[in-house]
């Protein structure tokens, strides 16, 4: 038993350590699905839940995990998803940063989702595995404008459509590839999907996100939509880890 809470205290500190020290998020949502109080049930719950996807997403489960812990209305469903180029000890890193910096910025409740550059983590009070997640989304782009912004926009359609049919048929829905443009330089661009979601699921969730391309990033030189289920991003650097 002392063990037990030797490592507990051990992974509490290691969370607080990183968060100290990590990347800065990129947004999160707190859920309005209601909120649970200090030393319930439920935050027990929650608490078992994020140290167990941290120490599960970024090696067994190749920077995705998924679990449930509870019963009735204090069970707690979450998952973490690593960017798919990310290392494990990076993935590791952010896992944590993400499930100790989420419950600072919504303490009380019961559900909320995080994003940063190489992970995201989210947790609710009721089962939305498998569900795409139309409700979390949000949109980054670059400020800089391309010159000929209609002819721009079709190559990054191009790229990520190609991208959409990679990802939904791999395993861990996710694929990278880049495009060469007239002037020598090179579109870039990730697409990925979490694992909770079945392939035509994640092939309608970024087809969905890919529908926000003109709201979010017309003739822009990158750009992101970001969701709790799927995300694509382009830039007009490398920014793909090989
Ligand atoms: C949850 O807590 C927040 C902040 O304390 C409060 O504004 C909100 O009304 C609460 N929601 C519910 C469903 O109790
Ligand atoms: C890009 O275009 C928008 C809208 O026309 C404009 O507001 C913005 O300042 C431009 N950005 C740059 C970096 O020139």
Known sequence: M??????????????????????????????TSGNFTAGSPY????????GFLYATTPSSSGGFGYSSIGQYQDQVYGLALCRGDTSPSDCKACVADAGAEIRRRCPPNKGAIIWYDDCMFKYLNTNFFGQIDNAN????????????????????????????????????LYATGEMGLEDKTKLYGLVQCTRDLTAAECKECLEGAMGELPSCCDGKGGGRVVGGSCNFRYEIYPFVNV
């Open 43 to 50: 935050e027990s719950n929650l608490n078992k839940l994020t």
């Open 137 to 172: 989304r949000f949109y980054m782009w670059n400020l800089n404008n391309m010159s000929d912004p209609e002819a721009f926009n079709s190559k990054v359609r191009g790229l990520l459509t190609g991208l959409v049919e990679e990802a939904y048929t791999a395993s861990m």
């Open 2 to 31: 002392s063990s037990v809470r030797f490592v507990l205290l051990s992974l509490c500190s290691a969370l607080l350590l990183r968060a100290a020290l990590g990347a800065d998020p990129l947004f999160h949502f707190c859920a």
